[in-house]
DNA sequence: CACTCTATTGACGTCCGTTCAATAGCGCCA
DNA sequence: TGGCGCTATTGAACGGACGTCAATAGAGTG
């Protein structure tokens, strides 16, 4: 119980060390099983301060999604040349490596999507919409997906099968390199298409 | 704010009903946004009886996902005759046909799941496996899906996809009959394995 | 009709999210 | 260098919701 005097930081530094932190620790535990009391000991501060900085405990949860949902749609950008396919391909790829490194925040993020709050499931899903859109704004001419109906709804399944097979295999790689899953993940979208009935 | 005289039931009505409530409540609700008083309004009892059944609020929602999760697996058991792409078909059938009847108690089933417990997820867990367990159980001789690793992990994604094809189909269906859900459910497990590395 | 068993109650204690006036770092200016 | 002011930060006080327990009252039985 080390008693540090009191720290003072600027409104940026402060608001990001208490995001990071939010995301580091709501990766293994729900949002009620998080007091206030053990955030503020872990920050080193006390419970007004949060407040003073997110308003409640909710609004910090947001705060702390929103967050995670920026920094992944920010890392994985596809890049601007390049043929469609490639494109794609490339941000897949950098989506698979980003969520194996920065498991914590992005298992926070999907934690709260689905259990969540209204507003919390409007913050991931407004990532994901942006995540899928790629899909079809990388592939003007459809080359790829055509943009229909029934495949704008496959391109949402085949997005939770992505998400769910990368968290799958890091927890566990056994049997399955890398390159394996990115087969499956690169593989599966084109395979899926080609079954979906056409208009 | 009819204040109802205390009405006696047998364990096994009361455990029932209040699991059917449970099941209601928590489909659009998160665990903390439900307040016992809330429930015990609701169900026309006291706060107190809700513990005397269950223990806690904790052990409450669990065994609603319990029900939840028991009853899918029960009303969607394969046939045991017929050969096995059929019998896998009639129960992927089956499993969307209950999820859209039965949707409410299927969100919070899955609303738990990610966003819940340890014990939680656990409970979740056990239920989809049994789900993804069949496909291997179901196809003996590996003619659909052969038992590798891969395999394994590409099951799990494929029934995650179809968890959201589902969902997202029933909050907005158009375009898209289901005829053609069903088409692209039972399409794409075979579409899926056959872009997938093998052993 | 009384009696017993047990389903059910309601008041109480405690913990935790939230508020707000008081406090004290840190830069700025003389 | 030293005091001053702005504002980041605190901590005690409040309210509401979870959880406990001894008391109460339905429902069947003799």
């Known amino acids: 119980m080390t008693t540090t005097p009191r720290t003072r930081l600027s409104p940026e530094r402060r608001r990001e060390q208490l995001l990071d932190l939010g ?6 535990r729900s949002l009620d099983e998080l007091s206030i ?7 080193g501060i006390s419970r007004g301060l949060l407040y003073h900085y997110f308003g409640s405990k909710q609004a910090f949860h ?10 992944l749609i920010a890392q994985t950008t596809p890049p601007t040349d390049g043929d ?3 494109r794609l391909l490339t941000s897949v790829t950098a989506y698979v490596d980003y969520v194996v490194a920065n498991h914590e925040g992005y298992v926070s993020l999907v934690k709260a999507a689905a259990g969540g709050n209204e507003s919390l499931r409007a ?3 407004d990532a994901r919409s942006a995540l899928n859109g790629r899909v079809f704004r990388e592939d003007v001419h459809g080359e790829i997906v ?3 109906p029934a495949n704008r709804l496959v ?3 085949w997005s939770a099968m992505v998400e769910e097979l990368v968290l799958s295999w890091i927890d566990d790689p ?4 890398r390159a394996d899953l990115l087969a499956i993940v690169t593989g599966s979208l084109p395979a899926i298409v080609g079954v979906t009935p056409g208009r």
């Open 23 to 28: 995301v580091r620790l709501l990766a293994h």
């Open 155 to 157: 391109v949402r399944g």
């Open 37 to 43: 009391d053990l955030l503020a000991e872990e920050a």
């Open 62 to 71: 947001e705060a702390v999604v929103r967050h995670a949902a920026d920094d």
């Open 123 to 125: 913050i991931y899903e």
């Open 174 to 177: 056994r049997g399955v390199t």
């Open 84 to 86: 469609p396919l490639e």
């Open 146 to 148: 055509p943009d229909t």
